[in-house]
């Protein structure tokens, strides 16, 4: 019982970690995109639409992740070039992708709702010989879909390449201290614009996970605000990516729980779900007193709007 | 001083200045028609019959008007809740969550608290208000005292919101029988419904009640002139002795007690109960109408009816062609993106766009930044 | 003290200006080959605005840059970084929560194999530079944590690292304590022995005369004078750097001071933006009936104690009070209800909203006068405005026109309309005449005079000596956030106080900014 909920949690917390290892990227950037549902779901859809017609699961994943670069763009253009407010932005964004993908569900799959069909290929499981027959881990991390462990070791790879490269110093930096960045030469709208890009790069992964992986249907609005929790991740972990994704895997769990424990136990699901949120701006509230003690001895502009 | 050689008060430009608030909105709406447009003659279809479609099952005819007119009713409340926070500048982007407080307040209140008819619709309300008021105290207080960012916090108590009012329908108050809702409500709470042909109530009324009071506060009142100080320039609203914090507490107080008021006439007037996740999103659809509005609480009116009129067109739309209904949200998110990129008009009019500011800060005050870059 | 060596640059009639305001006008100069070269001048003399052309970060109106003899165009700093030219600002452009050695990398980053940075490198790189030239640096520290001195020499060897020839350093001692200045002087000293060129951007003339090799003295825009370092006293350069004829004055009377101090401030010490102590132990007053002139080189202390007394900014300890009222601390709000008027220099975002009408940046801090219950009586605000505008003459608006559209004087003059028709006590005019033209000057003086006969304190802050000689009774100078004289303005000149601006004189001359570390720049993000 308790490995199957762990080893749904692993599963659940796919698209979680892909969508926050998107989001804190441009976290790190000193962008707060809140656009990773809208990502994620043009992703889905394109996924399984591609999928369904060429019965290719990479062609499908592809796709996802094109379109959902596609849209980062976008968001990057408004926000970057016309100075577009990225809160507005990224919510115009997300339910513009919300209208787009519901508008094509009918209007190429025709239909209303969910659409599935059994010609969509699904990704096999992977039993890991040596690792399967460990006790109790063995059955955790064995028999996953390839895209569960692109997320996790994508991980490692993402805190690589912010800490260890010029890339990724140049990335924080920008995050910062734009204006010291841009002293030293660096091209600070150039890599910001990069950070969204990765960040449409990973939500398409967190998408083609979603719609191929995770189930094999569509189902218009199917995110559910997986881009939310993800960003409620970043935020309680400050965008340290293997933080990130522990938070991402504990918010993913009490998913998990709140599928399997009403069953069990009677209790509702939706107090579970409120995790994420309410840990978040718990969080919040706590760097909050930090800060307004710090700035109380001598700010000057007390109030800020 | 010499008294002798006053320049004359020049006349403003009078249709100039009729027109600066209108020319942004409508050349969104422009761009989001011809997007639309593309769109549908991609998927197959004809954009004029489709758009034709759209207008006519919007507007022509009583039944589709009082469709469109309920639509109207709670982008009424949420587009008002949000422009009166965006015209203090203040970002209250939670209009979602609190309406969904405030219905549920409504919707307890309707059900279980018998009075007589005279004092329960106005019992619901209050609590509605209330309730919508509580929901924005949260990011009001943590802006204010804590100089949390309001958004963010805002952003997580929509889905907060949805969850715990989602527990209470689903399990603490859940009425008998399948369906997620609350009992129904007493008929002494019900808002009169006028129309055959759809749910509009005069709940329409209270919502036009408040645009009225509050385009009266914004453009009479001693906080109406203090709020609009914040809004364009809040160092120089603290700098002249406004207490900046206690109205920013009120402004987000007033918009949250107003989408409250949103989530009462669903309940009240359309549902005549609360039922889990009713709403469609008409949070984020009051973001929508308010930028389109400018913020301005009778331009609220007219845009809310735009889209209202748009959504009720678009069942006829989904019914009559394939096209989905989903059609207007997308039109409706393309004018939020382009009005969000507004200082680029004058960009495209010659003059460098503005660096955002690291904090957040209005569009409208953008103007205010661009002139003042110091000189070596 | 040689510095002979050959011209590398040469500055050749540069002119720059901004719309109608000549910022440089025909300024001439050349930098050697291991030199320092002092450029001293007083606020707005354009010194700082003629090396950020140098530097690449302003296009300059016309005029000639020589590199070695070779013309050059930069069209940003990259470009002129790659041509060896290194500036350090006031304002470090330092990332806080990064190491000594990411920040001094950072653009030109020393990789390995894999693209990955290497750390190893940059620390021995890193090491090796402070070691080269005498800078205790330790390539692991964060720089949030280091005093302001070693963040200075974080910004320098930034500017090695990309081996700049030629370095700039505009204000560099503004934010260091006398020791920390010592050691900048050695560093500068053993940079130009290096073959190196320094230009020292300063008003501090003692400091001048220890460490340049050169001087030359710029006033309005244009380098009016260079001379060796010998031969030359600090008396010579403040008359160079101040020295003309009273531009204008305005006719007015002896002032008879009478009654207690409608602002009095008593050992009052404030921390400023960056942790340092920015005003230390300040006392001072101001009674009805006179006008008394802050004189300062901008940055010793002066916005932060006018923010304290306008209720902007919490001082550390000490006590302010206006008309009796203690206000040290409370909000702006208490200190306008105490009686202050306060005339900020910053018109754009503080003193006006721009975006605005006249009439309601009239009536902003009236709204008493004209609220009838909750309403506000528009019409008569408005009408009052009016008769504003044509009292205090302010050109090309009615109460309608937004105040961004108008001319600095005249949005000068709707600031001074709505402060100086409240009933206060006491006028705090911060900066009255910058941006403001000729004309427009002489009538803000002449209403700030006409406000003292009729009984107020006047206190004016103004790194503009012209201006503090027109109008004060009394001058006060301000240098490192202490009271250094206190002059009655017919006894003095313009050479006294610029010797007591820049530090040559005075109780406390030696005393500078302590500096705490502040961990405001610790990074953390709010959101």
Same mark, same amino acid.
């Given at each position: 019982?308790? *490995?199957?909920?762990? %080893?749904?949690?692993?599963?659940?917390s796919?698209?979680?970690?892909?969508?926050?290892?998107?989001?804190?990227?441009?976290?790190?950037?000193?962008?707060?995109?809140?656009?990773? @549902?809208?990502?994620?779901?043009?992703?889905?859809?394109?996924?399984?639409?591609?999928?369904?017609?060429?019965?290719?699961?990479?062609?499908?994943?592809?796709?996802?992740? +094109? *379109? *959902?670069?596609?849209?980062?763009?976008?968001?990057?253009?408004?926000?970057?070039?016309?100075?577009?407010?990225?809160?507005?932005?990224?919510?115009?964004?997300? %339910?513009m992708?919300?209208?787009?993908?519901?508008?094509?569900?009918?209007?190429?799959?025709?239909e209303?709702?969910?659409?599935s069909? @059994?010609?969509?290929?699904?990704?096999?499981?992977?039993?890991?010989?040596v690792?399967? @027959?460990?006790?109790?881990?063995?059955?955790?991390?064995?028999g996953?879909?390839?895209?569960v462990?692109?997320?996790?070791?994508?991980?490692?790879?993402?805190?690589?390449?912010?800490?260890?490269?010029?890339?990724?110093?140049?990335?924080?930096?920008?995050?910062?201290?734009?204006?010291?960045?841009?002293?030293?030469?660096?091209?600070?709208?150039?890599?910001?614009?990069?950070?969204?890009?990765?960040?449409?790069?990973?939500?398409?992964?967190?998408?083609?996970?979603? *719609?191929?992986?995770?189930?094999?249907?569509?189902?218009?609005?199917?995110?559910?605000?997986?881009?939310?929790?993800a960003?409620?991740?970043?935020?309680?972990?400050?965008?340290?990516?293997?933080?990130t994704?522990?938070?991402?895997?504990?918010?993913?769990?009490?998913? +998990?729980?709140?599928?399997?424990?009403?069953?069990?136990?009677?209790?509702?699901?939706?107090?579970?779900?409120?995790?994420?949120?309410?840990?978040?701006?718990?969080?919040?509230?706590?760097?909050g007193?930090?800060?307004t003690?710090?700035?109380?001895?001598?700010?000057?502009?007390?109030?800020?709007? | 001083?010499?008294?002798?050689?006053?320049?004359?008060?020049?006349?403003?430009?009078?249709?100039?200045?009729?027109?600066?608030?209108?020319?942004?909105?409508?050349?969104?709406?422009?761009?989001?028609?011809?997007?639309?447009?593309?769109?549908?003659?991609?998927?197959?279809?004809?954009?004029?019959?489709?758009y034709?479609?759209?207008?006519e099952?919007?507007?022509?005819?009583?039944?589709?008007?009082?469709?469109?007119?309920?639509?109207?009713?709670?982008?009424?409340?949420?587009?008002?809740?949000?422009?009166?926070?965006?015209?203090?500048?203040?970002?209250?982007?939670?209009?979602?969550?609190?309406?969904?407080?405030?219905?549920?307040?409504?919707?307890?209140?309707?059900?279980a608290?018998?009075?007589?008819?005279v004092?329960?619709?106005?019992?619901?309300?209050?609590?509605?208000?209330?309730?919508?008021?509580?929901?924005?105290?949260?990011?009001?207080?943590?802006?204010?005292?804590?100089?949390?960012?309001?958004?963010?916090?805002?952003?997580?108590?929509?889905?907060?919101?949805?969850?715990?009012?989602?527990?209470?329908?689903t399990?603490?108050?859940?009425?008998?029988?399948?369906?997620?809702?609350?009992?129904?409500?007493?008929?002494?709470?019900?808002?009169?419904?006028?129309?055959?042909?759809?749910?509009?109530?005069?709940?329409?009324?209270?919502?036009?009640?408040?645009c009225?009071?509050?385009?009266?506060?914004?453009?009479?009142?001693?906080?109406?002139?203090?709020?609009?100080?914040?809004?364009?320039?809040?160092?120089?609203?603290?700098?002249?002795?406004?207490?900046?914090?206690?109205?920013?507490?009120?402004?987000?107080l007033?918009?949250?007690?107003?989408?409250?008021?949103?989530?009462?006439?669903?309940?009240?007037?359309?549902?005549?109960?609360?039922?889990?996740?009713?709403?469609?999103?008409?949070?984020?659809?009051?973001?929508?109408?308010?930028?389109?509005?400018?913020?301005?609480?009778?331009?609220?009116?007219?845009?809310?009816?735009?889209?209202?009129?748009?959504?009720?067109?678009?069942?006829?739309?989904?019914?009559?062609?394939?096209?989905?209904?989903?059609?207007?949200?997308?039109?409706?998110?393309?004018?939020?993106?382009?009005?969000?990129?507004?200082?680029?008009?004058?960009w495209?009019?010659?003059?460098?766009?503005a660096?955002?500011?690291?904090?957040?800060s209005?569009?409208?005050?953008v103007?205010?930044?661009?002139?003042?870059?110091?000189?070596g | 003290?040689?510095?002979?060596?050959?011209?590398?640059?040469?500055?050749?009639?540069i002119?720059?200006?901004?719309?109608?305001?000549?910022?440089?006008?025909d300024?001439?100069?050349?930098?050697?080959?291991?030199?320092?070269?002092?450029?001293?001048?007083?606020?707005?003399?354009?010194?700082?605005?003629?090396?950020?052309?140098?530097?690449?970060?302003?296009?300059?109106?016309?005029?000639?840059?020589?590199?070695?003899?070779?013309?050059?165009?930069?069209?940003?700093?990259?470009?002129?970084?790659?041509?060896?030219?290194?500036?350090?600002?006031?304002?470090?452009?330092?990332?806080?929560?990064?190491?000594?050695?990411?920040?001094?990398?950072?653009?030109?980053?020393?990789?390995?194999?894999?693209?990955?940075?290497d750390?190893?490198?940059?620390?021995?790189?890193?090491?090796?530079?402070s070691?080269?030239? !005498?800078?205790?640096?330790?390539?692991?520290?964060?720089?949030?944590?280091?005093?302001?001195?070693?963040?200075?020499?974080?910004?320098?060897?930034?500017?090695?690292?990309?081996?700049?020839?030629?370095?700039?350093?505009d204000?560099?001692?503004?934010?260091?304590?006398?020791?920390?200045?010592?050691?900048?002087?050695?560093?500068?000293?053993?940079?130009?022995?290096?073959?190196?060129?320094?230009?020292?951007?300063?008003?501090?003339?003692?400091?001048?005369?220890?460490?340049?090799?050169?001087?030359?003295?710029?006033?309005?825009?244009?380098?009016?004078?260079?001379?060796g370092?010998?031969?030359?006293?600090?008396?010579?350069?403040?008359?160079?750097? =101040?020295?003309?004829?009273?531009?204008?004055r305005?006719?007015?009377t002896?002032?008879?001071?009478?009654?207690?101090?409608?602002?009095?401030?008593?050992?009052?010490?404030v921390i400023?933006d960056?942790?340092?102590?920015? =005003?230390?132990?300040?006392?001072?007053?101001?009674?009805?009936?006179?006008?008394? !002139?802050?004189?300062?080189?901008?940055g010793?202390?002066?916005?932060?104690?006018?923010q304290?007394?306008?209720?902007?900014?919490?001082?550390?300890?000490?006590?302010i009070?206006?008309? !009796?009222?203690?206000?040290?601390?409370?909000?702006?709000?208490?200190?306008?209800?105490?009686?202050?008027?306060?005339?900020?220099?910053?018109?754009?975002?503080?003193?006006?909203?721009?975006?605005?009408?006249?009439?309601?940046?009239?009536?902003?801090?009236?709204?008493?006068?004209?609220a009838? !219950?909750?309403?506000?009586?528009?019409?008569?605000?408005?009408?009052?405005?009016?008769?504003?505008?044509r009292?205090?003459?302010?050109?090309?608006?009615?109460?309608?026109?937004?105040?961004?559209?108008?001319?600095?004087?005249?949005?000068?003059?709707v600031?001074?309309?709505?402060?100086?028709?409240?009933?206060a006590?006491?006028?705090?005019?911060?900066?009255?005449?910058?941006?403001?033209?000729?004309?427009?000057?002489?009538?803000?003086?002449?209403?700030?005079?006409?406000?003292?006969?009729?009984?107020?304190?006047?206190?004016?802050?103004?790194?503009?000596?012209?201006?503090?000689?027109?109008?004060?009774?009394?001058?006060?100078?301000?240098?490192?956030?202490?009271?250094?004289?206190?002059?009655?303005?017919?006894?003095?000149?313009?050479?006294?106080?610029g010797?007591?601006?820049?530090?040559?004189?005075?109780?406390?001359?030696?005393?500078?900014?302590?500096?705490?570390?502040?961990?405001?720049?610790?990074?953390?993000?709010?959101?």
């Amino acid at each position: 019982m308790i *490995s199957e909920i762990a %080893f749904s949690a692993i599963r659940i917390s796919t698209p979680l970690i892909f969508a926050a290892l998107g989001g804190l990227l441009t976290f790190q950037a000193g962008i707060l995109n809140i656009a990773l @549902d809208g990502f994620m779901i043009v992703a889905a859809f394109a996924s399984i639409g591609v999928a369904f017609a060429t019965e290719s699961l990479l062609l499908g994943v592809l796709a996802g992740v +094109a *379109s *959902s670069m596609v849209l980062a763009a976008l968001l990057a253009l408004f926000n970057l070039r016309f100075r577009a407010h990225i809160f507005i932005a990224g919510i115009a964004v997300t %339910f513009m992708a919300y209208g787009l993908t519901a508008l094509l569900l009918k209007g190429v799959l025709n239909e209303e709702g969910v659409f599935s069909s @059994d010609r969509i290929p699904t990704f096999a499981p992977i039993d890991i010989p040596v690792i399967r @027959d460990i006790p109790v881990i063995g059955a955790l991390i064995s028999g996953h879909t390839l895209l569960v462990y692109i997320a996790y070791l994508c991980v490692p790879v993402v805190a690589w390449c912010l800490y260890r490269t010029r890339w990724g110093l140049r990335v924080r930096v920008v995050g910062e201290a734009e204006d010291a960045a841009a002293a030293a030469g660096v091209n600070v709208e150039r890599l910001k614009f990069e950070t969204m890009l990765l960040s449409g790069l990973f939500c398409g992964l967190a998408g083609a996970y979603l *719609s191929l992986g995770y189930v094999s249907l569509f189902a218009k609005q199917m995110t559910n605000e997986r881009g939310l929790i993800a960003l409620a991740a970043i935020f309680f972990a400050k965008g340290n990516p293997y933080w990130t994704a522990a938070v991402a895997l504990l918010f993913g769990t009490a998913t +998990a729980l709140s599928i399997r424990l009403p069953q069990l136990t009677g209790l509702a699901p939706q107090l579970l779900q409120l995790i994420p949120y309410v840990v978040t701006v718990l969080s919040l509230i706590i760097v909050g007193i930090r800060n307004t003690r710090a700035r109380h001895r001598h700010g000057v502009w007390r109030f800020e709007i | 001083m010499s008294t002798e050689a006053i320049a004359p008060p020049r006349p403003g430009p009078p249709l100039r200045a009729l027109l600066r608030p209108v020319v942004g909105p409508l050349v969104a709406i422009v761009i989001a028609t011809l997007v639309g447009a593309a769109l549908v003659a991609a998927l197959g279809q004809n954009p004029i019959e489709v758009y034709s479609t759209l207008i006519e099952g919007g507007i022509v005819g009583w039944p589709n008007l009082s469709v469109a007119l309920q639509m109207t009713t709670p982008l009424i409340f949420t587009g008002l809740a949000v422009a009166v926070s965006f015209h203090a500048g203040l970002w209250n982007i939670g209009a979602e969550g609190q309406m969904l407080v405030g219905a549920l307040a409504a919707g307890i209140v309707g059900y279980a608290v018998p009075l007589p008819p005279v004092l329960h619709v106005p019992a619901c309300l209050i609590a509605a208000a209330f309730g919508g008021l509580l929901w924005a105290s949260v990011p009001a207080l943590l802006r204010v005292y804590l100089n949390v960012n309001e958004l963010v916090i805002c952003l997580m108590m929509n889905p907060i919101a949805l969850l715990a009012t989602g527990f209470v329908a689903t399990h603490a108050l859940k009425a008998p029988g399948p369906t997620n809702k609350l009992p129904d409500i007493l008929d002494s709470a019900v808002l009169p419904n006028f129309s055959l042909f759809s749910q509009l109530n005069a709940g329409i009324f209270i919502a036009l009640a408040c645009c009225v009071a509050v385009a009266i506060v914004n453009a009479m009142t001693v906080r109406g002139f203090e709020w609009r100080i914040m809004g364009l320039s809040p160092r120089f609203a603290y700098y002249g002795g406004v207490n900046v914090r206690r109205n920013a507490v009120a402004v987000m107080l007033i918009s949250g007690a107003i989408a409250g008021l949103g989530g009462a006439e669903q309940v009240l007037g359309v549902y005549k109960a609360f039922y889990d996740n009713f709403s469609p999103g008409y949070g984020f659809d009051g973001i929508a109408v308010a930028m389109l509005a400018n913020s301005n609480p009778i331009g609220v009116l007219f845009a809310a009816f735009l889209f209202g009129a748009l959504s009720a067109g678009s069942g006829v739309l989904q019914m009559m062609t394939g096209v989905s209904k989903y059609l207007v949200q997308v039109l409706q998110f393309i004018i939020v993106l382009v009005l969000a990129a507004q200082f680029s008009f004058a960009w495209l009019f010659g003059r460098k766009p503005a660096k955002p500011s690291a904090r957040v800060s209005v569009a409208r005050s953008v103007e205010e930044r661009t002139g003042t870059e110091k000189v070596g | 003290m040689t510095g002979a060596g050959p011209e590398r640059v040469a500055l050749c009639n540069i002119a720059k200006s901004f719309g109608e305001l000549v910022a440089v006008d025909d300024a001439s100069m050349s930098i050697r080959r291991g030199e320092v070269h002092a450029l001293v001048g007083e606020n707005g003399a354009g010194k700082t605005t003629l090396m950020n052309i140098l530097y690449g970060l302003l296009s300059r109106t016309s005029g000639d840059i020589l590199l070695d003899g070779t013309p050059v165009a930069f069209k940003g700093p990259a470009e002129a970084i790659r041509a060896g030219i290194g500036m350090v600002h006031q304002h470090f452009k330092l990332a806080p929560s990064f190491t000594v050695a990411e920040n001094i990398i950072l653009g030109s980053e020393p990789l390995s194999r894999l693209g990955q940075l290497d750390r190893l490198e940059a620390d021995r790189r890193t090491r090796a530079l402070s070691q080269r030239f !005498g800078f205790d640096l330790d390539p692991e520290a964060i720089v949030g944590t280091l005093p302001i001195g070693l963040r200075q020499r974080v910004e320098i060897l930034k500017a090695l690292y990309r081996e700049a020839e030629i370095l700039i350093l505009d204000e560099p001692t503004s934010v260091l304590t006398p020791q920390e200045t010592r050691e900048l002087f050695a560093t500068m000293r053993s940079l130009a022995a290096n073959g190196r060129s320094i230009v020292f951007i300063t008003h501090k003339l003692k400091e001048v005369l220890a460490v340049s090799d050169r001087i030359s003295v710029m006033r309005h825009g244009r380098i009016i004078a260079t001379t060796g370092n010998s031969g030359v006293s600090a008396e010579q350069l403040a008359r160079l750097m =101040v020295g003309r004829p009273v531009l204008m004055r305005v006719v007015k009377t002896r002032a008879h001071p009478a009654g207690a101090a409608a602002l009095k401030v008593e050992n009052l010490t404030v921390i400023g933006d960056r942790g340092e102590t920015a =005003v230390a132990d300040l006392s001072l007053a101001v009674r009805p009936g006179e006008i008394v !002139g802050l004189a300062g080189v901008q940055g010793n202390g002066q916005d932060e104690l006018v923010q304290c007394i306008a209720g902007l900014r919490r001082p550390l300890s000490g006590r302010i009070e206006i008309c !009796g009222t203690a206000v040290a601390g409370r909000e702006p709000l208490d200190c306008r209800a105490a009686g202050l008027a306060y005339i900020p220099a910053d018109r754009g975002r503080v003193g006006l909203s721009r975006a605005s009408r006249v009439w309601e940046n009239m009536t902003l801090g009236h709204q008493a006068e004209f609220a009838r !219950g909750p309403f506000l009586a528009a019409r008569s605000a408005r009408a009052r405005s009016a008769e504003l505008i044509r009292r205090f003459d302010v050109r090309g608006a009615n109460v309608d026109t937004p105040a961004a559209s108008l001319s600095g004087g005249n949005q000068q003059k709707v600031q001074l309309a709505r402060e100086l028709t409240r009933a206060a006590a006491i006028i705090l005019a911060e900066q009255p005449s910058q941006g403001v033209d000729i004309g427009a000057i002489e009538a803000i003086h002449r209403i700030l005079v006409e406000m003292r006969d009729a009984g107020r304190a006047v206190f004016v802050i103004s790194a503009d000596l012209d201006e503090i000689f027109a109008l004060s009774d009394r001058i006060l100078v301000i240098f490192r956030g202490r009271i250094v004289a206190d002059l009655t303005a017919e006894e003095t000149d313009f050479e006294e106080i610029g010797r007591f601006m820049g530090g040559i004189e005075g109780p406390s001359a030696g005393l500078g900014r302590a500096t705490a570390s502040s961990n405001l720049d610790a990074g953390d993000r709010v959101y």
